[in-house]
């Protein structure tokens, strides 16, 4: 764990995913327009389809597009204690119910928190080697690392032809994968019970039922229901389930609930 005081910045998901749809929005209308759809990107070099024959693979020191463009950048618990300084979401105003950690953004530029330096010119993280595993697997040279740079115009824009090739290969791709999953609250109830301090009197006691949905493949209009879970009892960070497949999240979820474990 990061020597030093522990520093979260807690707020509600509704008010996070607000501030987070200002920044993106101020954010690309500086930019170019992308000319493929990044979320059907890959961040591996080694699935890659567009990239240009014999084009060098870009020098992070230089670029820094990809840690300034992405305002959610989720962390797993034990990456965030080793950071110490992290956002927590909840899923709701009046409920302490913790639904993600993240990285955290300076919400005036929209930039991580942790970005040293001039974008396209020298740049650095100031946590690198605490760095969470979202930002270890994304690969320079990947079809997404050129894409963002093309946006951020620190290289040549594709193609009238390019475009149109690679545009139907990368909106065709199907890997099976969870793009999109959500914590949310799905009921609250009230019940009175005998007050163990105080005999002979009764005490309400609020029950809240938290449910997960997944989206495969970008498919936010099938969802597919993953969990249900009382939060005294069970953890889960939404983000954590991202990549897997609906089998390997199900395999996961089981695994913990055998074990007991909370988190």
């Known amino acids: 764990m990061k020597s030093g005081p522990v520093r979260i910045t807690r707020m509600p998901m ?59 950048v989720p962390m797993a618990v034990a990456e965030s204690e080793r950071l110490g300084d992290f956002i927590e979401v909840t899923a709701d105003p009046e409920l302490d119910v913790v639904v993600d950690r993240l990285v955290k953004r300076d919400f005036v530029t929209g930039r991580c928190a942790n970005l040293r330096g001039e974008i396209g010119r020298e740049i650095g993280c100031s946590v690198y080697e605490l760095r969470p595993s979202v930002c270890r697997a994304f690969e320079a040279g990947s079809d997404k690392c050129h894409e963002l740079r093309r946006m951020y115009g620190l290289e040549p824009q594709l193609t009238d032809e390019e475009v149109a090739l690679f545009g139907p290969v990368t909106r065709a791709r199907k890997i099976g994968a969870i793009t999109n999953s959500v914590c949310f609250v799905d009921s609250v109830s009230i019940s009175m019970e005998r007050s163990e301090e105080m005999p002979g009197m009764y005490e309400s006691k609020r029950s809240v039922n938290m449910k997960i949905v997944a989206a495969v493949d970008g498919d936010l209009e099938n969802c597919i229901e993953l969990h249900t879970y009382n939060p005294d009892q069970e953890n889960w960070l939404q983000s954590e389930f991202i990549g897997m497949t609906i089998e390997e999240a199900r395999q996961r979820i089981a695994a913990r609930s055998e074990q007991g474990v909370s988190n």
């Open 14 to 72: 509704a008010e996070f995913n607000e501030r987070v749809a200002r920044l993106d929005e101020e954010k690309r209308s500086r930019l170019k327009p992308a000319q493929l759809d990044v979320t059907r990107l890959t961040k591996y070099v080694s699935d890659s389809v567009t990239v240009r024959s014999g084009e060098p693979i870009p020098e992070c020191i230089t670029c820094g597009a990809c840690c300034d463009i992405f305002a959610v």
